[in-house]
């Protein structure tokens, strides 16, 4: 069963259909797919939120559903998914969690993605004690990574090609981010 987390602006919570409709339009819009290979339809929109949703009852945990504290209460505060999910097989630092984000673009630049991320970590560490946390995007997505930054990840300095796209596509070659649970735990001590 899946629990609520909580932060000082946000909830990142369990998936609720009325969800559904913000996320496709999130996932629709070229800019917040600026670094993915192409926008998404409704109907792969909607297997996305139902496996993030599947994911997050069986095990309690997962790409988390963001919404507004103080947002309006009808379903209409969702503002994207920010989460854990565990990193494809191809990947060659696999077996691993990854931290993930994407957020409706009416809300970038405010905080929302490093706040939740922050909250996702700790969860990581605290909760699932696990020994690090990865993050990955394209090379050419500075604002990715300037979150990576941000939440106390390190560049690994070990970029890479991703087994799902050609070597030659535009978004091929990704950078790899890394946290330890002692550097996690060394900065929110500070």
Not at 111 to 128: H, N, V
Not at 137 to 144: D, E, P
Request: with cysteine; proline share 2%.
């Amino acid at each position: 069963m899946s629990r609520t987390i909580e932060t000082d602006r946000l909830y990142l919570r369990q998936w609720q259909a009325s969800d559904f409709a913000i996320f496709a339009k999130i996932n629709a819009d070229s800019e917040v797919m600026q670094y993915f290979p192409k926008v998404l339809s409704t109907t792969t929109s909607n297997t996305i939120a139902k496996k993030c949703q599947q994911l997050i009852e069986d095990k309690g945990w997962g790409l988390w559903a963001v919404s507004l504290k103080n947002g309006i209460g009808k379903g209409d505060d969702f503002i994207g998914m920010v989460g854990l999910n565990e990193v494809h097989a191809e990947m060659s630092f696999a077996p691993a969690v990854e931290i993930a984000w994407r957020l409706h673009k009416d809300y970038w630049g405010q905080g929302y993605a490093t706040e939740a991320a922050r909250a996702a970590l700790d969860f990581a560490f605290t909760e699932l004690a696990l020994d690090n946390v990865v993050s990955f995007t394209a090379v050419i997505n500075k604002r990715s990574q300037l979150i990576m930054q941000r939440i106390g990840m390190i560049n690994m300095q070990d970029n890479f090609y991703h087994p799902m796209l050609d070597a030659k596509h535009r978004l091929a070659e990704h950078v790899l981010y890394k946290i330890t649970r002692q550097q996690w735990q060394n900065m929110v001590n500070l």
